[in-house]
């Protein structure tokens, strides 16, 4: 170093050591950044006070090129140094960047969708039978579950939301499935009764009993005389030719035999009013675009033919959702 560049060099070092001396770590880095930069120093001191001050301000990219640039010219013997210095603040920030990077968390994991599922399968299946009535007090578990992760990792709103998102949606498939499912009649756990109702149904069941009453079953049981009374009311000339109605325990069987003009949707509809004018018959509970409660207890087969006797469609009542299950 020529010695007009040198005596500038000494110049700013001098200043760069005061004005750190004095607090003015800002204005003394600039100083060392340029005498790094511009001056190429035969002694490591301007490299080390630049790398202390840039990473002190969080500076680590600039502090870690002036680290290796140091390592390189101490080892190219251009400049006097302790280059375990450099190795050593080189480990440290490196170490620093490692613990404070926080992994990034994917929004939608094979977790999270594994609950979601199980959430919603339960929720549509925890209404018709007794297993499905077993998975909707999982369905309930998972949820306290969930509410216990989110009270957990409340400030980290991000993988959080995806299981919020879960929860609400699966809670609200659940009363969905409660409002549009009716209870079947060995329980009332899930029925939509008011409670006072349920107690007052169970009491008068219990008064009968003791009182010696006979409970009257007649209302569900039919007989020839309903199958004839509810051909007259339902029969249709200008979409059937006939139909007939047998009964074997439990079992309904509904036979239509069917004009060509008849489509399959009409014949459903018409399969449908026949069973349900049946129910009101009888004098049983109906629900809206649903079978009424007779086809709890019996089980209704429907096959609808054509004038050759060949099944264009075939049907059975579903005993948990009182619907029609058409093949």
């Given at each position: 170093?020529?010695?007009?560049?040198?005596?500038?060099?000494?110049?700013?070092?001098?200043?760069?050591?005061?004005?750190?001396?004095?607090?003015?770590?800002?204005?003394?880095?600039?100083?060392?950044?340029?005498?790094v930069?511009?001056?190429?120093?035969?002694?490591?001191?301007?490299?080390?006070?630049?790398v202390?001050?840039?990473?002190?301000?969080?500076?680590?990219?600039?502090?870690?090129?002036?680290?290796?640039?140091?390592?390189?010219?101490?080892?190219?013997?251009?400049?006097?140094?302790?280059?375990?210095?450099?190795?050593?603040?080189?480990?440290?920030?490196?170490?620093?960047?490692?613990?404070?990077?926080?992994?990034?968390?994917?929004?939608?994991?094979?977790?999270?969708?594994?609950?979601?599922?199980?959430?919603?399968v339960?929720?549509?299946?925890?209404?018709?039978?007794?297993?499905?009535?077993f998975?909707?007090?999982?369905?309930?578990?998972?949820?306290?579950?969930?509410?216990?992760?989110?009270?957990?990792?409340?400030?980290?709103?991000?993988?959080?939301?995806?299981?919020?998102?879960?929860?609400?949606?699966?809670?609200?498939?659940?009363?969905?499935?409660?409002?549009?499912?009716?209870?079947?009649?060995?329980?009332?756990?899930?029925?939509?009764e008011?409670?006072?109702?349920?107690a007052?149904?169970?009491?008068?069941a219990?008064?009968?009993?003791?009182?010696?009453?006979?409970?009257?079953?007649?209302?569900?049981?039919?007989?020839?005389?309903?199958?004839?009374?509810?051909?007259?009311?339902?029969?249709?000339?200008?979409?059937?030719t006939?139909?007939?109605?047998?009964?074997?325990?439990?079992?309904?069987?509904?036979?239509?035999?069917?004009?060509?003009?008849?489509?399959?949707?009409?014949?459903?509809?018409?399969?449908?009013?026949?069973?349900?004018?049946?129910?009101?018959?009888?004098?049983?509970?109906?629900?809206?675009?649903?079978?009424?409660?007779?086809?709890?207890?019996?089980?209704?087969?429907?096959?609808?033919?054509?004038?050759?006797?060949?099944?264009?469609?075939?049907?059975?009542?579903?005993?948990?959702?009182?619907?029609?299950?058409?093949?």
């Amino acid at each position: 170093m020529k010695k007009d560049r040198y005596d500038q060099f000494y110049l700013m070092q001098t200043q760069a050591k005061g004005l750190e001396t004095k607090g003015a770590k800002r204005a003394a880095l600039d100083l060392y950044v340029e005498i790094v930069e511009d001056y190429f120093p035969d002694t490591d001191y301007s490299f080390q006070r630049a790398v202390i001050l840039l990473t002190e301000c969080g500076k680590t990219e600039s502090a870690i090129k002036y680290c290796k640039l140091a390592i390189k010219r101490i080892e190219n013997a251009e400049m006097k140094g302790n280059s375990d210095f450099f190795e050593r603040q080189l480990h440290s920030i490196n170490g620093s960047a490692k613990k404070n990077k926080r992994p990034k968390r994917r929004i939608v994991n094979i977790k999270t969708l594994f609950i979601s599922a199980v959430l919603i399968v339960s929720a549509l299946f925890s209404l018709p039978n007794k297993i499905y009535k077993f998975l909707f007090l999982i369905f309930l578990t998972v949820i306290a579950w969930l509410i216990g992760k989110i009270v957990k990792r409340y400030r980290n709103k991000i993988s959080i939301k995806v299981q919020t998102i879960a929860l609400f949606g699966a809670a609200l498939v659940a009363v969905a499935a409660a409002s549009q499912i009716p209870p079947p009649q060995w329980t009332s756990f899930f029925s939509l009764e008011p409670l006072s109702q349920i107690a007052e149904n169970q009491t008068s069941a219990t008064n009968a009993k003791a009182s010696g009453d006979a409970v009257d079953d007649e209302s569900v049981s039919i007989n020839a005389d309903d199958l004839s009374a509810i051909k007259k009311i339902t029969l249709d000339t200008l979409l059937v030719t006939d139909y007939d109605i047998t009964i074997q325990g439990n079992n309904l069987l509904l036979q239509i035999k069917t004009k060509q003009t008849a489509s399959k949707a009409a014949l459903k509809d018409y399969a449908v009013r026949i069973l349900s004018e049946l129910n009101d018959y009888k004098n049983q509970k109906s629900h809206e675009d649903r079978l009424g409660d007779l086809y709890k207890d019996y089980t209704a087969n429907i096959i609808c033919t054509d004038l050759t006797g060949k099944v264009i469609l075939r049907g059975q009542s579903n005993p948990y959702t009182l619907k029609i299950d058409w093949q």
